[in-house]
């Protein structure tokens, strides 16, 4: 671990990162919910619409569309902006839990492409009256949700970040075990329904996202509310004292 100063010590402000890094946190959740539970519902309910029966679920779709494009930024951010910090513990960690979001956003612009391309060919009728081309477009958003929020945030969040956090002591260490058996919970429901052992969407897979969902929220709140709890790796830093003393 490199807890000495390095490059990044007079342009990196701990406070200010922690609270961008929080926010950011935050966005994932008030941008992804709504889109995924509310606004691609009228498409997941309703595959056959394709054909372009039901009431025209443009606007709706659309608008989901948008706030996931902005969870991708918000998810690619939350391992950029505090990179400079992360990397001072483990560069190695900190590279992996870049690299695990951008796989994460990945697998979200492909959902995003299956529910626009679904709304292209019911507008421009090229769907015909084949109601199964619906259903595999809603399909490959759904196993891009279940690959991408599903099982890589899992990875990212519940695993690399909760052990990072944990080891560092950014965050209390009772806040990061949530993180530490979410994310294992997350994984092991995900490939459990692939396998088709457990019910997509059902109870058990439910279960199994609530501690990861509290540790990213909590984690996000923390971040906006206190900064960086007093750690070895934030000495030198630009604003650490700041983030020191509002920390205890």
Request: charged share 15%; proline share 4%; aromatic share 10%.
């Amino acid at each position: 671990m490199d807890t000495g100063t390095d490059r990044y010590s007079s342009t990196v402000n701990a406070r200010k990162i922690a609270t961008l890094t929080g926010w950011l946190m935050v966005v994932t959740f008030v941008a992804s919910i709504p889109a995924y539970f509310i606004l691609y519902a009228p498409v997941r309910d309703h595959p056959d619409h394709i054909t372009g029966a039901g009431a025209d679920p443009t606007s709706s779709v659309a608008l989901g569309a948008t706030l996931e494009l902005i969870v991708i930024i918000a998810n690619i951010g939350t391992a950029v902006v505090p990179y400079g910090i992360y990397r001072r513990y483990s560069e190695s960690l900190a590279l992996g839990y870049v690299a695990a979001r951008l796989v994460e956003a990945t697998f979200i612009a492909i959902g995003i492409v299956s529910m626009l391309t679904f709304l292209l060919m019911r507008q421009e009728g090229t769907a015909g009256t084949d109601a199964a081309l619906g259903q595999a477009f809603v399909a490959i958003y759904d196993r891009a949700f279940l690959i991408g929020p599903g099982f890589c945030a899992g990875v990212a969040n519940g695993i690399i970040l909760g052990y990072l956090m944990y080891r560092s002591g950014l965050v209390p260490r009772g806040m990061t075990m949530l993180g530490l058996i979410g994310g294992p919970l997350i994984v092991v429901s995900g490939i459990l329904v692939m396998f088709d052992v457990i019910e997509r969407g059902g109870t058990v897979q439910g279960v199994a996202t609530i501690p990861e969902f509290f540790w990213e929220l909590s984690f996000g709140i923390y971040l906006i509310v206190k900064g960086f709890k007093p750690a070895p790796i934030l000495a030198g830093l630009d604003g650490g004292s700041v983030a020191r003393s509002e920390s205890s």
